[in-house]
């Protein structure tokens, strides 16, 4: 049978055990209370973000050396892209930005076929200053690296070719607009964006000289075919429509 000191101390412990209880939680209160509660009025994840773009890239390119793959002068490509906002002060934030440009043309040229099929990668800051919450103008510059694979296929069943890498750069200003996401900047869920960039673009100039791929099988054409110097210089716009999380 418990006695009388047992009873006193049993419930001596319960009290201190409950008192620190009590303390340690009001502690922790007070702690996340001198925590600054977030602003919904702040830009957020409106600046900061990673995002996600796809779209049309679309040059125009007055080099001879494009006549025997194009009736004119448009050379447009599908442009995937993705970039990371890491730095932000004020309005003003900075991104890193890796994208792809995939396309090429084609057409017919000396009794055959001529094909130019070109990968576009590209690297570059881009710094972006918020006009709005909703709209960022833009401005970047960075270099390229193209793969220009150029072949022709004659109507007897020869074939010549030649790929080369080029390198170039990018240098684009434009303007982001938010079309669809929560104003409160401390939201998590994606934002819809629509983005327009215009500027220049050029690419080291490359001698298609091409090659039969197989000399032994095309006796009528044993000498390389010149179809000049291809140089991808000149104005450029991009659109894309693109998707941003944090």
Known sequence: MMTAQACFRG?????????LWLTAGSAV???ASDQPAPDPTALGNHQR?????????TQFVRSRGLDPFATNDVLRQLTLS??????????????AFAGMDYGGRSAPARSGQASLDLV???LAPELRYHVLRVLAVTAKVGPTLTREGASFSGSLGTSSAKTAWKAGFDAMAGAAFEVFGYANGSSNKPRLWVTAEGGYGWTAPNRLTLKPEDASAAPQRLTPLDLGELSLRGPLFRVTAALSFW
């Open 120 to 122: 576009r990668f590209t």
């Open 49 to 57: 973000h990673v995002r996600g773009d796809i779209g049309v890239r």
């Open 82 to 95: 993705a970039s990371y906002a890491f730095w932000a002060r004020e309005r003003t934030s900075l991104a």
């Open 11 to 19: 419930g001596l412990a319960a009290c201190f055990g409950a008192a």
């Open 29 to 31: 209160a007070q702690q």
